[in-house]
């Protein structure tokens, strides 16, 4: 993608009524690393996310808790969600809740719209429905309870019992897309990402397509139907709006074509509505569909997926209070391979911040700026002729910038990281071989001491800009070590690989460890 390009990206929009855990977490701060990114590399980009509070398990929950829907959203919002992005340092350009009235207001011209077209009709509807996942379950997702809920249905996700549910309803014409959903598929091979979500989609799609209940008339808890009142829309259609009504929909044509189409990160739970019925809905309103739809793997504890209601559900707060955010995203964007599932642990993150967090990114930076101040009373020196060894390390920067650069824009950040990594290694291999304390003992070696000094604070130059959308706190507290010009946010990150940009004769400060010894308890 070139600098100066529309980036558009989204997490879901989470349900309050879960309390946050690593999971969401993981998600966010993926997205917010890959919206950094562009953003430093001076693509127009927003970045989107927000909470989805209509639907009858957040009815329920507010009746349990003997106060209104909006009362208990608005609760769980202000005291658990908007601390998440504090706590997790994520820069989020907008905050959508599908309770405020821009959203309402913008989601009712959607689906009146796809009501005058004719896409929308009137319908008896019998199914299985699982609340918890807000979804009339098809076949493959309802299996035979067992011990407590013998001889009930259950939900394969929620192993819990779903309730038939008989209604008159609206129905949207979701099979009347299917062979286009086929072609979208077929002419962008890369719409759903990675390999193995795309076979899932194109698989479900070729088994056949039934219309979509989209209205319930059960309870009143949703935005009202506009065209029938005693309905409200079903929440899975009211939530993936969201994506559209944020940036302008029905009421800001200028910055909607702007923004739109969006990227979408998501958890590969709800991968069939994100691939399936949301580009099909833009299919009916003649809009664009997304550029892409990613689905990312689970977060496992001791085998499991995450949840609270297993007790595997750790809150973010349990690691940044220990290990920092820095360190929280970097853990979880190096550690799993983006897309795939991935296995957290407490030895694991432990180990991994001491090795690569303290023993070596820190320790980098920690000794190169001191061996200036000692050597050279804190002004960064001038370097001599490059030698083979200096331009291997220059060569070792640039080649990681593009990797780097590739990776981030094919939504990979843990390969983004790894080739950023590939410095930190070189840097520290670069002492090691050149022993500077060595060079300082001995004035004949005063050139080469500038050389060796300069290309280790150049190459720190170089991973601050390049980490910094992983890690913006302590890169910014290293970038004012190194007596870097400018802030460090607007560094044009993807010119982070051309060399010599540290200018000679800046002034160094002092630099406390940039990821501290955590103390490990029994």
């Not at 001889?151 to 192993?159: D, M, Q, R």
């Not at 930076?365 to 220059?394: H, L, N, W």
């Not at 051309?498 to 000679?504: E, K, R, S």
Request: glycine share 8%; proline share 5%; charged share 20%.
């Amino acid at each position: 993608m070139t600098s100066g390009g529309s980036f558009y990206i989204t997490t879901p929009i989470y349900y309050p009524s879960d309390l946050p855990h690593i999971g969401h977490g993981y998600t966010s701060v993926a997205v917010d690393t890959l919206a950094r990114w562009h953003r430093q590399a001076g693509d127009d980009t927003w970045m989107l996310t927000g909470t989805d509070e209509h639907g009858q398990k957040m009815l329920r929950a507010a009746t349990a808790n003997g106060v209104t829907p909006q009362e208990w959203v608005d609760k769980l919002v202000e005291e658990s969600w908007f601390p998440l992005l504090k706590t997790l340092d994520v820069a989020n350009d907008d905050f959508i809740r599908t309770t405020q009235p821009r959203h309402e207001e913008r989601v009712k011209k959607f689906v009146q719209a796809l009501y005058d077209s004719g896409y929308i009709y009137a319908g008896e509807y019998e199914a299985l429905y699982c609340v918890g996942c807000e979804e009339f379950k098809p076949e493959a997702e309802i299996v035979d309870g067992t011990g407590p809920f013998e001889g009930l249905k259950v939900c394969a996700i929620h192993s819990k019992p779903l309730e038939l549910l008989q209604e008159k309803n609206y129905f949207f014409k979701l099979s009347e897309f299917q062979d286009r959903l086929l072609e979208l598929y077929k002419t962008q091979p890369d719409f759903v990402r990675p390999d193995s979500a795309r076979n899932e989609v194109v698989s479900f799609v070729r088994s056949g397509l039934k219309d979509l209940s989209i209205s319930r008339s059960a309870f009143d808890w949703g935005i009202r139907v506009p065209w029938d009142e005693s309905h409200v829309i079903y929440v899975w259609v009211d939530a993936l709006l969201n994506y559209a009504t944020a940036v302008g929909y029905g009421e800001d044509p200028e910055e909607f074509a702007r923004r739109w189409p969006a990227y979408h990160v998501v958890g590969k739970d709800i991968l069939r509505f994100h691939a399936v019925i949301w580009p099909a809905m833009l299919m009916a309103a003649g809009l664009e569909v997304p550029k892409g739809i990613f689905a990312h793997g689970w977060l496992l504890v001791g085998g499991e997926k995450m949840s609270k209601s297993k007790l595997t559900g750790i809150a973010p707060t349990e690691i940044t209070d220990v290990f920092g955010s820095d360190a929280y995203r970097f853990y979880f964007l190096s550690a799993i391979a983006f897309g795939q599932d991935g296995s957290f642990s407490w030895e694991d993150l432990s180990a991994r911040y001491q090795a690569e967090l303290a023993n070596g990114f820190g320790n980098l930076a920690s000794r190169t700026i001191a061996m200036i101040g000692r050597y050279f009373d804190g002004v960064v020196p001038t370097p001599g002729a490059a030698a083979e060894i200096d331009q291997r390390v220059q060569r070792t920067v640039a080649d990681a910038a593009t990797a780097a650069d590739a990776a981030m824009t094919a939504f990979r950040p843990d390969e983004a990281i790894s080739a950023i990594w590939t410095i930190v290694d070189e840097l520290n291999g670069y002492i090691t071989e050149n022993e500077p304390w060595a060079l300082a003992k001995d004035d004949a070696n005063r050139d080469r001491l500038s050389t060796v000094l300069y290309t280790a604070a150049e190459g720190l130059r170089a991973l601050a800009v390049l980490l910094s959308p992983v890690m913006p706190a302590s890169t910014a507290t290293l970038w004012e070590a190194l007596g870097a010009p400018g802030e460090l946010a607007a560094q044009p990150l993807r010119e982070a690989g051309t060399w010599g940009q540290l200018p000679a004769g800046a002034r160094v400060g002092t630099l406390a460890p940039l990821f501290p010894r955590v103390e490990q308890t029994a």
